[in-house]
C-alpha cells in the first residue's frame, strides 16, 4: 500500500511538472493582440499625423438648413458585420475593418463636398474624393430621415465604390426642415424668383431654367462650382495695351506731319491761313482766308 501511494505521488509530482512547462511554454509564444483599427483614422487626433489617414481633399464650407449647422465637428459611429463606419457630418465618412490581420482596411469613404437637391428640398449630402478605388474614388451619399434620437442607422454599398449612409435625427422631423428656398440670401431668393416667373411665361427652355437654378445653388455655396474662369495673362494684356499706345502715337505723328505739309503748301503760293485748336475734337484746323491765287501760278497740286 505504502508503494502504491509513492508512486501516485510520483506521478502526480510528474503532471504537475508538465502542465507547468506546457503553460509556461504557452504564454512564451503568445501573440500580443494588437489594437483594434477603429483606434486609427482621420477623426483621431491624439496619433501623430503619419499614423492617421489622409484625405485628398479639403471639406467645403458648412452650408445648407442652419438648424443642421450644429452637426458640424460631432461623429456618428456604427458597426456592421466586420465594418465599424464613421460619419462626421460636414467633414468626413470613414471605414475600418475590424479584423486583426495585417492589411485590415482602414480609410476615407468621401469628404464633405455638396448637397443633393431636387424640388426645393435637400435630399442628401455627397462626400466624394475618397480612397482611390480601381480607377475611381469611393464616394458616399448621406440621407436623412427623421428618428427620436440622431443616429448613424445603416450602411450599405449599391455599386462598387459607392456607399449608402442612412442618418437618423430629429432634426428633419418638421416637413419644412428641409426647404432649400429659405436657407438663400434675399438676393438669390429675388433671382429665383425671377427665374421662376420666365419659366412660367416660357421665356428659357427647361435646360435654360436647370443652369440658371444651378448658379444660384453655386453662389449660396450648396454645390461646388463648376465654372471656368478665364484670366487674361497680365504680361499679353500689358502687351496689347503697349501695341494700342503705339499704334496711336503713330497716327498723331502722321497728322502732324500732313499738317506740317499743308502749311507749307499754302506758304508757298502765299496764301494767309490761321491755325487755331479745335476745342471740341482736340485738332488743329487751318482756315484758308483768301481762296483766289495770286498771280498766275497755275492749280495747286496736293500730291
Not at 484625405?55 to 467645403?60: C, D, E, L, R
Request: charged share 20%.
Amino acid at each position: 500500500m505504502h508503494g502504491l501511494c509513492h508512486g501516485t505521488r510520483g506521478l502526480i509530482k510528474l503532471w504537475t511538472i508538465y502542465v507547468s512547462l506546457f503553460i509556461n511554454h504557452v504564454s512564451a509564444g503568445k501573440m500580443k493582440i494588437v489594437e483594434e483599427p477603429n483606434t486609427f483614422g482621420l477623426n483621431n487626433h491624439v496619433l501623430a499625423q503619419g499614423s492617421r489617414l489622409q484625405p485628398k481633399a479639403t471639406p467645403s464650407p458648412v452650408s445648407g438648413p442652419v438648424h443642421l449647422h450644429g452637426l458640424s465637428g460631432k461623429c456618428f459611429s456604427l458597426t456592421e458585420s466586420t465594418y465599424k463606419y464613421e460619419f462626421c457630418p460636414f467633414h468626413n465618412v470613414t471605414q475600418h475593418e475590424q479584423a486583426f490581420r495585417w492589411n485590415a482596411y482602414s480609410g476615407i469613404l468621401g469628404i464633405w463636398n455638396e448637397w443633393e437637391m431636387a424640388n426645393n428640398t435637400f435630399t442628401a449630402m455627397w462626400m466624394r474624393d475618397g480612397d482611390t478605388c480601381g480607377t475611381r474614388n469611393r464616394e458616399t451619399k448621406v440621407v436623412f430621415v427623421c428618428s427620436a434620437s440622431s443616429k448613424l442607422a445603416k450602411v450599405s454599398e449599391p455599386s462598387t465604390c459607392e456607399y449608402l449612409l442612412t442618418f437618423e435625427t430629429p432634426l428633419v422631423f418638421h416637413p419644412h426642415s428641409l426647404l432649400v428656398y429659405p436657407t438663400l440670401t434675399e438676393k438669390l431668393q429675388r433671382e429665383w424668383d425671377e427665374i421662376e416667373q420666365a419659366r412660367y411665361e416660357g421665356l428659357i427652355t427647361e435646360q435654360g431654367y436647370a443652369n440658371l437654378l444651378r448658379d444660384i445653388f453655386e453662389d449660396a455655396g450648396l454645390l461646388k462650382s463648376h465654372k471656368v474662369k478665364v484670366k487674361l495673362p497680365e504680361a499679353a494684356a500689358s502687351s496689347d495695351t503697349h501695341s494700342l499706345l503705339q499704334k496711336c502715337t503713330e497716327d498723331f505723328e502722321k497728322q502732324r506731319e500732313e499738317m506740317e505739309r499743308l502749311r507749307a503748301l499754302l506758304t508757298l503760293h502765299n496764301i494767309p491761313f490761321d491755325s487755331e485748336p479745335n476745342e471740341a475734337k482736340g485738332t488743329v484746323s487751318v482756315t484758308v482766308k483768301d481762296q483766289q491765287l495770286r498771280g498766275d501760278n497755275g492749280p495747286i497740286d496736293l500730291q
